[in-house]
């Protein structure tokens, strides 16, 4: 996992749970990068798994939530990140048809080691997207939290619903984003 994923949960964790709580986080995870992150190297996804673990042990939220609350603080910082001139989209939808084929694809562009998720659009009408999302880092959650900021940062009412999930054994997880009349 690049390293501008952890860099942006060392910030959301100190500025909405304080610096302590980080500090005493990554003191008991005994990590190999002893939680220094570089955003452009890559790091074990195991080092994740364990911050996330002992932050819900430690604010006793589930792992789940935490990931998705993770997910929405994301996304606008990614979002902000792509140069105007590589995808500038106007709307939820056209983001959405581009997710796989502009924006992940570029990120795996300038970074060949760069593990991004297949996510998929499976079907679309006017009002209903259902996206197929494939990894081996069974991040759906993650992915359910930026889809949700994602709305909020294109001024769209959606709902988000997943019916099929990785965890409970499929081979991919459908994410069902909705228009809400
Ligand atoms: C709603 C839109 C998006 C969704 C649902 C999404 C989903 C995800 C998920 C779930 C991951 C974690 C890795 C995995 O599951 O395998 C990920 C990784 C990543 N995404 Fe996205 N993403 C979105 C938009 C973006 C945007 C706008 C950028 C901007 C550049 C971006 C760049 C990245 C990067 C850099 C990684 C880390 C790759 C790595 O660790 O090697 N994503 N994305």
């Known amino acids: 996992m690049k390293g501008v994923i952890f860099t942006h949960l060392?910030?959301?964790v100190e500025t909405q749970m304080g610096f302590?709580?980080?500090d005493d986080v990554i003191e008991a995870c005994e990590l190999g990068s002893e939680g220094i992150f570089?955003?452009?190297?890559l790091y074990p996804d195991e080092e994740l798994f364990a911050i996330v673990g002992a932050l819900s042990e430690k604010a006793a939220i589930p792992a789940e939530d935490l990931v998705e609350a993770f997910g929405f603080y994301?996304?606008?910082k990614l979002h902000e990140s792509i140069p105007v001139s590589v995808f500038a989209p106007g709307s939820m939808w056209e983001m959405l048809d581009g997710l796989d084929s502009i924006i992940?694809?570029?990120?795996?562009?300038?970074?060949k080691h760069a593990e991004t998720p297949r996510i998929t659009v499976k079907s679309s009408t006017d009002n209903e997207k259902v996206l197929e999302y494939r990894s081996d880092k069974k991040l759906c959650r993650l992915a359910i939290g930026m889809l949700k900021s994602a709305a909020e940062v294109f001024h769209e009412?959606?709902?988000i619903s997943m019916p099929v999930c990785m965890h409970d054994g499929h081979d991919c997880?459908?994410?069902?984003?909705t228009r809400d009349a």
Do not use: A, G, I
Not at 38 to 41: G, R
């Open 10 to 12: 060392q910030e959301m």
């Open 20 to 22: 302590s709580v980080w």
């Open 38 to 41: 570089v955003s452009t190297f």
């Open 74 to 76: 994301l996304f606008p």
């Open 104 to 111: 992940h694809m570029e990120v795996r562009k300038l970074d």
């Open 157 to 159: 009412k959606l709902s």
């Open 173 to 177: 997880c459908e994410l069902v984003v």
